[in-house]
């Protein structure tokens, strides 16, 4: 009697090496679609949010996200059906959106300080500066009576500030112009102001970074 033959419980499907460079090469184009597409709605996302518009650089973020696969297919790309596959795409989306969201939301390309007064005279005699001392944070206090004065500021920032657009001081509710005198690292101006009065001071300035630096602002006091 003959034997049966031995069923084979499993078999080794053929390689196809076409098929598999077929799909390695769609899964690289892939990714590299989801890089710019991250990269460009990041950017997008974080001019929106200097701009005032936070709300709507989320929102966009959003809508590439939920849409992602669908972007992929119009552009003849095949996304795999592996939820891991797809769990990955989202993820480096989300990645490469936050990175360039933080890289334009800080320096150098924007900035949101101001610069530090690092020094405050006033010339008591010609070519003779003497400190002016502070009462608290950002205020100076001034000299007895009322007089104009000579006033050497110097200023520290880790950009170069290129030039001052406006400066002013407010008083009473009203502003006036300021006569000054501008360079990289100080500002010389003239200050007049009455015993008991304080005037607060505004620069608004233009740097090296793309988006100017917050108004410098300093309130001086004549005691």
Do not use: C
Not at 8 to 16: A, G, Q, S, V, W
Not at 41 to 65: E, H, K, N, P
Not at 172 to 179: A, E, I, P, R
Not at 192 to 210: F, P, V
């Amino acid at each position: 009697m003959a034997k049966p033959k031995e069923s084979t419980m499993f078999e080794e499907p053929e390689f196809d090496e076409k098929e598999f460079l077929t799909i390695e090469r769609d899964r690289a184009i892939g990714i590299i679609v989801i890089f710019v597409m991250g990269a460009l709605s990041g950017v997008l996302a974080g001019y929106l949010q200097l701009q005032g518009y936070t709300y709507l650089s989320i929102l966009i973020m959003l809508a590439f996200l939920v849409g992602l696969t669908k972007i992929l297919k119009s552009l003849r790309i095949k996304v795999s059906e592996r939820s891991s596959h797809r769990i990955i795409n989202y993820g480096m989306y989300i990645f490469t959106w936050l990175l360039f969201w933080i890289i334009i939301l800080n320096p150098p390309i924007n900035v949101v300080s101001s610069p530090q007064i690092h020094s405050f005279q006033y010339e008591n005699s010609p070519g003779n500066y003497t400190s002016i001392g502070t009462s608290s944070v950002g205020d100076y206090q001034g000299i007895i009576g009322a007089h104009t004065y000579s006033i050497h500021l110097t200023y520290r920032y880790n950009f170069n500030v290129s030039s001052s657009n406006a400066f002013y001081y407010t008083q009473g509710g009203k502003q006036y112009s300021v006569n000054y005198q501008f360079n990289h690292g100080y500002l010389n101006f003239t200050a007049t102001g009455i015993r008991g009065n304080s005037y607060l001071y505004h620069i608004d300035w233009t740097s090296s970074a793309s988006n100017n630096p917050r108004p410098l602002e300093f309130t001086m006091t004549w005691t």
